[in-house]
């Protein structure tokens, strides 16, 4: 019974993550599929570039839900359970990244799944396991997209900080170190996501957003 209270749990939080709030918006506002424009994503950011603030604000609400109400269903069914309110919010953020609903054929034939790179949905897992979190990885994601003008960087921001954030708290106040887990492996599903942005960030071609990006529109 609790192996399938874990699987049930697990393959919910995926199709959680996997229900895409980008191209569902920008389709209804727009007519537009969010996926023919800029990365091709079906995130916070691409969603902005192609359907507008609002839009963009909604689907970030939505997918910050995905990751905390993943750890929500993990520790109403499962309280004892720490790695699985950790694994939750993963398998959303997979679903997010990788949606099954996303699903097309390259044109070589192959099949693929389309989705987001992960970012909100991992602010919305931190946030599910220590909700104070949200005080430390929103304004430094904040800053990295508005300030610095890179989007990409403020996703790659997040798993960084949730990291310092568990071991700090692991170290100083005895909460579990299983959650440092949670910001590792976040980390490494968004940087497998972002290999191409971090290719054009290293070559200086990544792809302006905020302030900058009015600024080089404007120049």
Known sequence: MQALTVLFVLLASYILGAVPYGYIITKLSTGKDVRMY??????TTNTMRVAGLKAALLTMLLDVFKGCG????AHSLMPQSLWLQVLAPIAAIIGHNYSIFMLERTEDGTMHLKGGAGGATSVGGAIGLWWPSIFYIVPISIGLWFGVGYASLATISVGIVAIIIFAYRAIFEQAAWVYVAYGVLTEIIVLWSLRPNIKRLLNGTERLVGWRARQSHKA
């Open 38 to 43: 800029e990365s091709g994503r079906t995130g």
């Open 70 to 73: 993943a750890v929500w269903l």
